[in-house]
């Protein structure tokens, strides 16, 4: 499921990078960061909206549960840490 | 039958008439839901002069919102017109400071 919600939104943002985890192994809720210069300038509605439009035609069911936070390339590198990275 | 088309009218004209307008479940005394209540307690902490509608009590609101923003659940916060976000866009903004920009 994880590697099905990456290729999803990879698919939908050709130039993101997409990390996504299975924090509790439920295979319920997930979590993805989507990192994307394609983001630059775009509010963070639009940028959620990008990631979620596509990922809610193809899981239905899973998407209530993914967790999501978006980044441009700037942003990730000052704020990854916050996420272990 | 819900009448979707005059609920998003009735958006469209109340976004526009107040500056901050929060569409939630409950209102701002009595929240009925843990993320609607996370946005009334920032608003309230930055001292906020904001309007709110509870979409428990209009189903037609509840679907029209969903639409109106493209935005799949609630609470959805507007302010002067242009949709925010949801409990974690919102709490985010909060929390780099842009939120308070957007609403000075």
Redo the contacts between chains.
């Keep these: 499921m994880v590697d099905a919600i990456e290729h999803a939104i990879k698919t939908a943002i050709p130039d993101a990078i997409a990390i996504v985890k299975d924090p509790y192994n439920d295979g319920q809720h997930f979590q993805a960061y989507v990192i994307s210069p394609s983001f630059e300038g775009q509010?963070?509605?639009k940028q959620?909206?990008r990631v979620?439009?596509p990922l809610?035609e193809a899981f239905q069911s899973a998407v209530h549960a993914l967790?999501?936070?978006t980044f441009t390339p700037e942003k990730w590198e000052e704020n990854k840490h916050l996420y272990g990275y | 039958m819900l009448n979707l088309e005059s609920a998003k009218q009735t958006i469209a004209n109340d976004i526009k008439t107040h500056k901050i307008v929060l569409y939630m479940k409950g209102n701002k005394d009595f929240p009925q839901c843990g993320f609607s209540g996370q946005v009334v307690s920032i608003l309230k902490h930055l001292g906020a002069d904001f309007e709110t509608r509870d979409i428990l009590a209009d189903e037609a609101l509840r679907a029209a919102i969903k639409e109106f923003s493209d935005w799949p659940t609630l609470p959805q916060l507007y302010i002067n017109g242009e949709f925010i976000g949801g409990c974690d866009i919102v709490t985010e903004l909060y929390q780099n400071g842009e939120l308070q920009k957007l609403l000075a």
Excluded: I
């Design positions: 509010s963070l509605v959620h909206q979620m439009n809610k967790g999501l936070k």
